[in-house]
Structures are given as C-alpha cells and as structure tokens.
C-alpha cells in the first residue's frame, strides 16, 4: 500500500481527515473509519452538507442539493441539461443524480484518487461543491418564486 493510501486507510481515515479539518480550520460533524460529514452555514442561509467516503483508491466527495425527486419520470430534465453543460466548465466536481433515501437527488460531486490528496487539494474540492451547490440552489429558488 502506498504511503497516500496508508494515510487513508481504514484505521488512518479518522486521523487524516481531521489533520486536515485542523488545519483548514473546519469542524467535522460526523466520522467514522469509512464516511465524514462536513456541515457548512451558507451566506444563503442554507447548510450545506458535504459527504466524504472513502473507497479503495478513492474518496467520494459528495454535496446534495435540495433539489429531489420521487421518481426518475419526475426529474425534470431541462435542470439536467443545464448541469450537464455547466460540468464542462467545472475544474473541481461535477453533477449527478444520486438516489438517496428513495429519492432522485441533483448532486455536486467529486471523485478523488488518494494519491492526489494532501490538506490543499481536500480544501479546494470541499469549498468548490459547497459553493457549487448553494449557488445551484439559489438560482433554483430564484426561478421557483
């Protein structure tokens, strides 16, 4: 195993995220040896929630919208559209529909190999979703008014 991936192991997990929480100046709401969840107050007013799951080689970023849907019929595919526009344009994450809770969720999402992790990439990839999705939700709620 190499040394980026010893760092996230499943034992090292807690420990790298939190080093790197430390140090950004960020709290952690929930961890364990496989998931952390960051929450973030938005100037919105909205709290953004950050999921972090770590896979074999991989750490899963992902920031759900308020944005849900019943069914895959009920998703209207205009947004879709959009956001498959918008990924073009994105240096950190992309946009997916995930299935949460029984529900069709737009998501801003971001897949990292642990090799490339250190304290400034976590940094750059958290803040880009988070911002990433309040503003989709605000021009959401915009339209919606």
């Not at 304290?119 to 750059?124: D, I, Q």
């Amino acid at each position: 195993m190499s040394g980026f991936s010893s760092l996230f192991s499943s034992a090292n997990f807690v420990t790298t995220v939190q080093k790197y929480c430390d140090t950004i100046g960020w709290k952690i709401a929930e961890i364990d040896s496989r998931k952390a969840i960051l929450k973030f107050s938005m100037q919105s007013g909205r709290t953004q929630t950050v999921y972090i799951i770590r896979y074999d080689t991989t750490l899963e970023f992902s920031v759900p919208s308020l944005a849900a849907f019943d069914s895959e019929e009920k998703v209207p595919h205009f947004i879709s559209t959009l956001l498959l526009k918008r990924n073009a344009k994105r240096k950190y994450g992309f946009w997916s529909i995930e299935e949460i809770g029984g529900k069709h969720v737009y998501s801003a999402m971001h897949n990292a190999e642990l090799e490339l992790m250190n304290t400034e990439y976590f940094r750059k990839v958290v803040s880009a979703l988070v911002s990433e999705c309040d503003e989709f939700e605000t021009t959401l709620l915009n339209l919606l008014r």
